[in-house]
T-cell receptor
Framework: DTAVSQTPKYLVTQMGNDKSIKCEQNLGHDTMYWYKQDSKKFLKIMFSYNNKELIINETVPNRFSPKSPDKAHLNLHINSLELGDSAVYFC???????????FGPGTRLTVL | SQQGEEDPQALSIQEGENATMNCSYKTSINNLQWYRQNSGRGLVHLILIRSNEREKHSGRLRVTLDTSKKSSSLLITASRAADTASYFCATEETSGSRLTFGEGTQLTVNP
């Protein structure tokens, strides 16, 4: 009964490829997020969705496009992958606003 | 500059000792949260303290918040090897626009 799940857990790909990461939460939360954690463990918000509506879009290249087909899912599609995109990407959800957040296990993306 | 800055960056203690981690921030906040991240895993929420609260306890965890100094501390008492992890503070700004994470403290508890 995983609360927030992500697939895949590991993703190794070549520069220039397009890839997607999927996220699902079964907590009934209204708000979902994507975070990027770099090699120094610094965690930065990328996107926030509330009830399928984009709330925050940080300074993220437009090669990154989130898609929320319903409020339980928030997928991240990345076009034309670059070396600097290598990081761990976390999906999270919360009941509303910015209260307690529940994180997925992360997807470690390695761009070669 | 970072909204949440944590101190120390790394802390190594013996099992049974107490561990204290500090977090400073710059803007006005609604709440401050602490999270734990085990190696290779996602973050786990530990405790949330609201801006009008000064202290909060949860099991072996004690969190304090001083809004005049814009700082918080997390105390883990009687530490265990299983407490080895990275600990992050996160602040929800009064603008309500985001949750900003600190750089984390790596805690190592030696058995």
């Amino acid at each position: 009964d995983t609360a927030v799940s992500q697939t895949p857990k590991y993703l190794v790909t070549q520069m220039g490829n397009d890839k997607s990461i999927k996220c699902e939460q079964n907590l009934g939360h209204d708000t979902m997020y994507w975070y990027k954690q770099d090699s120094k463990k610094f965690l930065k918000i990328m996107f926030s969705y509330n009830n399928k509506e984009l709330i925050i879009n940080e300074t993220v290249p437009n090669r990154f496009s989130p898609k929320s087909p319903d409020k339980a899912h928030l997928n991240l599609h990345i076009n034309s992958l670059e070396l600097g995109d290598s990081a761990v990407y976390f999906c999270a959800s919360s009941r509303k606003g910015w209260g307690e957040q529940f994180f997925g296990p992360g997807t470690r993306l390695t761009v070669l | 500059s970072q909204q949440g800055e944590e101190d120390p960056q790394a802390l190594s203690i013996q099992e049974g000792e107490n561990a204290t981690m500090n977090c400073s921030y710059k803007t006005s906040i609604n709440n401050l949260q602490w999270y734990r991240q085990n190696s290779g895993r996602g973050l786990v929420h530990l405790i949330l303290i609201r801006s009008n609260e000064r202290e909060k306890h949860s099991g072996r965890l004690r969190v304090t918040l001083d809004t005049s100094k814009k700082s918080s501390s997390l105390l883990i008492t009687a530490s265990r090897a299983a407490d080895t992890a990275s600990y992050f503070c996160a602040t929800e700004e009064t603008s309500g626009s985001r949750l900003t994470f600190g750089e984390g403290t790596q805690l190592t508890v030696n058995p």
